[in-house]
Nanobody, 123 residues
């Protein structure tokens, strides 16, 4: 993976939705863990969700509380993060990250990062 590209960020009002996309142009997501992280101003980066592209149940950090869905489109080689019921605390820059895994286990230590896409939720 040489480059990860996020898109889909924007500004929404509380209660709204956004769908983020993560692509790796010219590269296929095979045997990778794809992560979404976020970072708000003055805060440390935190994990949001993770998915193993070879299958299995996605993982969500507790604050997600059923509001977000991580998924993949194998034909388009894109991983999505559908975010619903957004609130102002979800404001931040969202990053896609990738980690090759030979055993299908996502260990939370990605090797590749995108530049991020800004999400702003107003009250």
């Amino acid at each position: 993976v040489r480059r990860l590209v996020e898109s889909g960020g924007g500004s929404v009002q509380a209660g709204g939705s956004l769908k983020l996309s993560c692509a790796a142009p010219g590269y296929k997501f095979s045997d990778f863990c794809i992560y979404w992280y976020r970072q708000s101003d003055g805060m440390e980066r935190e994990g949001v969700a993770a998915l193993y592209t070879g299958g299995g149940r996605p993982y969500y950090y507790p604050f997600v509380n059923g509001r977000f869905t991580i998924s993949q489109d194998n034909a388009k080689n894109i991983v999505y993060l559908q975010m619903d019921r957004l609130n102002p605390d979800d404001t931040g820059k969202y990053y896609c990250a990738a980690q090759f895994t030979a055993d299908g286990v996502c260990r939370g230590s990605p090797d590749y990062w995108g530049q991020g896409t800004q999400v702003t939720v107003s009250s």
